[in-house]
Nanobody, 115 residues
Framework: QVQVMESGGGLVQAGGSLRLSCAAS????????MGWYRQAPGKQRELVAT???????NYSDSAKGRFTISRDNGKNTVYLQMNSLKPEDTGVYYC?????????WGHGTQVTVSS
């Protein structure tokens, strides 16, 4: 089993920045992809950004140019630096950690962007 814990959410004004962190623990050998997803009220969960163990990245169109995903393999931690935040970025941000064919989710951290 892999435990996943997010942190760093909060309330920020539009145009501001937040940095989310996600730490994986437990059976963390052979962790490969890690990523961030978000779920806005009344909407489905959607991809924000992913990063492979080799640090190849993928971003949603809305995240490109504003968000940066990075990881520290030694700490089994993935980060999401979010700049120029908009009210539409509001939602619960979830971290997902992949190990083999299994995906493990955290409980999420709330991000609220006020206009």
């Amino acid at each position: 089993q892999v435990q996943v814990m997010e942190s760093g959410g909060g309330l920020v004004q539009a145009g501001g920045s937040l940095r989310l962190s996600c730490a994986a623990s437990g059976s963390i050998f052979s962790i490969n992809g890690m990523g961030w997803y978000r779920q806005a009220p009344g909407k489905q969960r959607e991809l924000v950004a992913t990063i492979t163990s080799g640090r190849s990245t993928n971003y949603s169109d809305s995240a490109k140019g504003r968000f940066t995903i990075s990881r520290d393999n030694g700490k089994n931690t993935v980060y999401l630096q979010m700049n120029s935040l908009k009210p539409e970025d509001t939602g619960v941000y979830y971290c997902k950690v992949n190990r083999g064919s299994m995906g493990y989710w955290g409980h999420g951290t709330q991000v609220t962007v006020s206009s």
